[in-house]
């Protein structure tokens, strides 16, 4: 099995007050994501907090790829 968590971020005015971690333990202590064989996620600027979580940043970052439909809406 495989997870991948996105879009998540804490608000500014928020930030300093332990709701990364605790979001973060929060997911990784979830009874229905313990038989998981990897978790996948992408950040910019918190790699610091996920190290603590035990994720790792990947060797070879070019094997992601993303398919984006395109829309009529957006040029």
């Not at 979001?23 to 910019?44: C, D, K």
């Amino acid at each position: 099995t495989y997870h991948y968590l996105a879009d998540v971020f804490i608000d500014e005015s928020h930030r300093g007050h332990g709701l990364g971690k605790w979001l973060m333990e929060v997911i990784m202590a979830h009874p229905e994501l313990q038989e998981y064989r990897s978790f996948h996620l992408r950040t910019g600027d918190a790699h610091g907090l996920y190290e603590q979580y035990g994720f790792e940043t990947v060797e070879d970052p070019s094997t992601f790829m993303i398919y984006r439909k395109k829309s009529s809406y957006i040029n």
